[in-house]
């Protein structure tokens, strides 16, 4: 893919890898800069996220096992706690039906007399 096929790209945005000409449709300028105001925004929280990761992988590899976390005691000490009751419309979903996303899947899905549609 030669750069003229690609919009100009935001200042500080690196495109690494091979790019086949397909890129073009997803890579658009607005996705570009929209992609560019993320990394602007979120870096600094990012990066203090993959770090916090490979101190946690560290321990992991170290030996140490999943526990709950400390600040959760007070919940897990206490007996008298529970959840809240069920919403009333989750209570009666016996009759789930999932399906993609297409005109003819929806109109069946909703004339069936399921109790929930799930689209993924």
Known sequence: MNSSTLPALPTGLVLNGHLTPEYHQVLTS?????????????????RALLQKRAVRQAEINGGVLPD???ATRHIRED?????A?????????RV???????????INALNS????????
């Open 30 to 46: 607005e996705a570009l800069h929209f992609v560019a105001k993320l990394e602007r925004e979120f870096d600094a929280m990012r």
């Open 79 to 83: 007996a008298s706690w529970q959840v």
């Open 68 to 70: 709950f976390l400390p």
């Open 85 to 93: 009751p069920i919403p009333g419309d989750l209570q009666n979903r």
């Open 96 to 106: 789930e039906i999932t399906g993609p996303v297409e005109r003819k899947m929806m």
């Open 113 to 120: 007399g399921a109790n929930v549609f799930m689209a993924d």
